[in-house]
């Protein structure tokens, strides 16, 4: 059964570094999300990628976030310059069309921002 | 705003019992709704969905959960708990204003299956 794929699983950095979390959305999905959840709290949307561009993003992906595909396969979310409070697991998340189908869900990073 | 409640943190059940997780919802127009499971050092995996149709949707290993509309909830259900479901189960919706269907999450219910 195809899968969304993450790596790594869990990733320690120091405050103001840069990182970047990997996912390998299913393959024939067009529909690119990602999604975090702070310790404790409620799964949240950060941003939706269709068609190579941004199509969608919440308030908490500023200019500090950026998402990439850099080739047919790989889905990416870089964070230039850490800070403590982004220490959340990351999901990323796929789906065939927007409308009706479900969204399917990587194993998730845990990001650690010391 | 929409939203979706999960009520109870936790729900404790025998195996073998009934278990019901419930959830409400609160949207404007008709809602997309689903149920995400969390196991351990996994991500979500999807249950079920409702679109639309029969107001009984059955979904992945013996779940099913239940629409109504008056009372704006989407309670998921199973009629005999194993202590394999034991987990971390999030009601979802989807956001009706979003143009990439985005969707809102419950805070989550961990249910504990005893034998």
């Known amino acids: 059964e195809p899968e969304v794929t993450q790596t790594p699983s869990h990733q320690v950095t120091q405050m103001g570094q840069e990182v970047i979390l990997r996912c390998v959305p299913i393959?024939?999905?067009?529909?690119f999300y990602w999604y975090r959840q702070i310790l404790g709290q409620k799964v949240e949307f950060l941003v939706s990628?269709?068609?190579?561009?941004?199509?969608?993003k919440s308030e908490i992906f500023d200019d500090q976030f950026s998402v990439e595909r850099p080739d047919g396969s790989n889905f990416t979310l870089k964070i230039r310059s850490t800070k403590l409070e982004d220490s959340a697991m990351y999901f990323c998340a796929s789906s065939g069309t927007v409308t009706y189908n479900e969204q399917f869900f990587g194993p998730g990073t845990r990001l650690t921002v010391l | 705003a929409q939203s979706v409640a999960q009520p109870e943190d936790q729900v404790n059940v025998a195996e073998g019992n009934p278990l019901t997780v419930k959830c409400t919802y609160s949207v404007s127009g008709n809602p997309y709704l689903f149920w995400y499971v969390q196991y351990p050092n996994r991500g979500l995996q999807f249950l079920l969905k409702?679109?639309?149709?029969?107001?009984l949707v059955k979904g992945s290993y013996g779940f099913e959960a239940e629409f109504n509309k008056s009372q704006t909830s989407f309670h998921l259900k199973k009629p005999s708990a194993l202590v394999s479901d034991s987990a971390l189960y999030f009601c979802?919706?989807?956001?009706?204003?979003?143009?990439?269907?985005?969707?809102?999450f419950g805070s989550g219910t961990r249910l504990s299956i005893r034998p």
């Open positions: 393959s024939n999905h067009l529909y």
């Open positions: 979802a919706v989807r956001d009706m204003y979003s143009s990439a269907s985005k969707i809102i």
């Open positions: 409702y679109i639309t149709g029969d107001n």
């Open positions: 990628f269709y068609n190579n561009e941004i199509s969608e």
